[in-house]
């Protein structure tokens, strides 16, 4: 697992005292910090089937802080989870097998996948 800033910049002041402190070590602070500035952005798709390359059917963003809830399937941004994955989204829940009896009987919302982004 990576180190926080602050291990970081407690790192490199120990570097100081011993006289090894390297330009990379302070160029990780700033990696470190422009990193914890991206924010979460989460999607919800909803698939006619559990295949990532089966046609999406409903979808929620979060966004920037807030649900965008797109009226219409002609304003989704990608027609599968796969298209989604390709601009960069990753996912972090695929569809709950127990929901479903069957691929074509669903309960709840199906065959839902929730990808994230880091922006």
């Keep these: 697992m990576g180190r926080s800033i602050q291990q970081q ?16 070590s302070l160029m990780r602070i700033g990696e470190l910090a422009e ?6 952005s989460l999607l919800y798709l909803q698939s006619k089937r559990t295949s990532i390359t089966s046609a999406v059917i409903g979808m929620s963003l979060f966004k ?15 027609g599968s989870v796969a298209e989604a994955m390709a601009e960069g989204w990753r996912i972090v829940k695929f569809p709950e097998m127990a929901l479903l009896v069957d691929e074509t009987r669903t ?3 199906g065959c839902e996948f929730i990808l994230e982004k880091w922006e």
């Design 9 to 24: 910049v407690e790192a490199c002041v120990e570097a100081f005292r011993q006289g090894s402190l390297t330009e990379a």
């Design 64 to 78: 920037d802080g807030q649900f965008h809830d797109p009226t219409g399937a002609e304003d989704w941004p990608y």
């Design 107 to 109: 309960y709840g919302f």
């Design 35 to 40: 990193g914890s500035s991206k924010r979460q």
